[in-house]
């Protein structure tokens, strides 16, 4: 039998204000992929037309108001299906790189190589205060991987709204391959403001759309930096890792944003206006004026924020029962507090 072909390499990557990443992104991403899908969802920076810009990206429009990961992957497989077969789609926010190794990896070329239907997953490593080190957390120290890329089998694409799955990947699949030797590289941490407003608009998001979640399992999933010490817990990232694009001359290194709100401050805002602010009192979402960010809003013209002004849930109750929220991970034994903590904020 003849030596299966190389497939055409497609980076699928959803996009909402990400201009302070994508230079970056398209720079490294452009050295190993043939071709980038964008899908941008009404971007109000410089996103689309950094985008455009580049010669090896497809820009599609994610259309919709609504935050949906399952449409927006549908979005970005439906362009990559425009390419001829056979097609390896690789799935990467703007904030995350494939790690430089790429470039010369015998892993990878290996990878390349995967029958359609293969999942093949990586690790995902944390940075943290400099793109030279990262937080032990979901890298090779702990064996965790996840499917970043999927060699296409025309599979149709279904997840859920939130943290989806990104590739195509029915259950139980079999044909999974781990990537031991190149990583996928998340910058988010090194944009602190940046994500601090995300993690809000996580938490507000899950209290609406998972009401099953109560405020301690969604405060869980949202507070895990609080819940340790990350200074304790750095690695220095392998050279390799960014070597070769620092020697290509691309800046991975700098972080610019000179952003102080981010869209997700204003779709918290819409869910006050559609919610009130009541199933919200207990996340810890308070340190943030909305009262003022809502004029600010109004002066600016951001559609479909709260016509009446938002009182804050500040009572002693209030601030006592965030404040025991934010450091309960410390409360031992967990079994006792977690369900007392579940009852009081019910």
Same mark, same amino acid.
């Given at each position: 039998? #003849?030596?299966?072909?190389?497939?055409?390499?497609?980076?699928?990557? *959803?996009?909402? !204000? $990400?201009? /302070?990443?994508?230079?970056?992104?398209?720079? @490294?991403?452009?050295? =190993?992929?043939?071709?980038?899908?964008?899908?941008?969802?009404?971007?109000?920076?410089?996103?689309?037309?950094?985008?455009?810009?580049?010669?090896?990206?497809?820009?599609?429009?994610?259309? #919709?108001?609504?935050?949906? $990961?399952?449409?927006?992957?549908?979005?970005?497989?439906?362009?990559?299906?425009?390419? *001829?077969?056979?097609?390896?789609?690789?799935?990467?926010?703007?904030? %995350?790189?494939?790690?430089?190794?790429?470039?010369?990896?015998? $892993?990878?070329?290996?990878?390349?190589?995967?029958?359609?239907?293969?999942?093949?997953?990586?690790?995902?490593?944390?940075?943290?205060?400099?793109?030279?080190?990262?937080?032990?957390?979901?890298? %090779?120290?702990?064996?965790?991987?996840?499917?970043?890329?999927?060699?296409?089998? #025309?599979?149709?694409?279904?997840?859920?709204?939130?943290?989806? @799955?990104?590739?195509?990947?029915?259950?139980?699949? &079999?044909?999974?391959?781990?990537?031991?030797?190149?990583?996928?590289?998340?910058?988010?941490?090194?944009?602190?403001?940046?994500?601090?407003?995300?993690? &809000?608009?996580?938490?507000?998001?899950?209290?609406?759309?998972?009401?099953?979640?109560?405020?301690?399992?969604? %405060?869980?999933?949202?507070?895990?930096?609080?819940? &340790? !010490?990350?200074?304790?817990?750095?690695?220095?990232?392998?050279?390799? =890792?960014?070597?070769?694009?620092?020697?290509?001359?691309?800046?991975?290194?700098?972080?610019?944003?000179?952003?102080?709100?981010? /869209? /997700?401050?204003?779709?918290?805002?819409?869910?006050?206006?559609?919610?009130?602010?009541?199933?919200?009192?207990?996340?810890?979402?308070?340190?943030?004026? =909305?009262?003022?960010?809502?004029?600010?809003?109004? +002066?600016?013209?951001?559609?479909?924020?709260?016509?009446?002004?938002?009182?804050?849930?500040?009572?002693?109750?209030?601030?006592?029962?965030? +404040?025991?929220?934010?450091?309960?991970?410390?409360?031992? *034994?967990?079994?006792? =507090?977690?369900?007392?903590?579940?009852?009081?904020?019910?």
């Amino acid at each position: 039998m #003849g030596r299966a072909a190389r497939p055409t390499v497609i980076a699928l990557t *959803p996009v909402r !204000d $990400e201009a /302070w990443a994508l230079p970056r992104f398209l720079a @490294c991403t452009g050295l =190993w992929a043939d071709h980038i899908v964008i899908a941008d969802q009404r971007s109000s920076d410089a996103s689309r037309a950094i985008a455009a810009r580049h010669p090896k990206v497809t820009l599609v429009d994610n259309p #919709g108001d609504a935050y949906s $990961e399952v449409e927006r992957q549908r979005v970005l497989i439906a362009a990559a299906r425009q390419f *001829p077969a056979p097609r390896l789609l690789v799935a990467l926010d703007a904030d %995350e790189l494939l790690s430089a190794n790429v470039l010369t990896s015998r $892993e990878w070329q290996a990878a390349l190589l995967a029958p359609p239907g293969t999942a093949i997953e990586f690790a995902k490593v944390e940075l943290f205060r400099s793109a030279d080190q990262y937080i032990i957390q979901s890298a %090779e120290h702990l064996g965790m991987t996840f499917p970043f890329a999927y060699a296409d089998d #025309g599979r149709a694409h279904e997840s859920s709204v939130l943290h989806a @799955c990104r590739v195509p990947l029915p259950p139980g699949v &079999r044909s999974r391959l781990r990537m031991k030797d190149v990583v996928v590289l998340h910058y988010q941490l090194l944009n602190s403001a940046r994500q601090a407003s995300k993690d &809000r608009w996580y938490r507000c998001f899950e209290r609406v759309h998972a009401p099953d979640k109560s405020v301690v399992e969604i %405060e869980r999933l949202y507070n895990w930096l609080a819940r &340790r !010490d990350p200074a304790r817990q750095l690695a220095a990232i392998r050279p390799d =890792w960014l070597e070769a694009y620092r020697r290509a001359g691309i800046d991975v290194d700098t972080i610019a944003e000179s952003r102080a709100v981010f /869209w /997700w401050d204003w779709d918290i805002l819409r869910l006050f206006a559609r919610h009130g602010v009541a199933p919200f009192r207990h996340l810890d979402i308070w340190n943030v004026d =909305w009262e003022a960010l809502r004029r600010d809003g109004i +002066a600016r013209g951001i559609p479909h924020l709260p016509a009446h002004p938002i009182r804050a849930p500040m009572s002693a109750a209030d601030r006592a029962l965030r +404040a025991l929220l934010r450091h309960s991970h410390s409360l031992k *034994p967990r079994r006792v =507090w977690d369900p007392l903590l579940d009852r009081l904020t019910r």
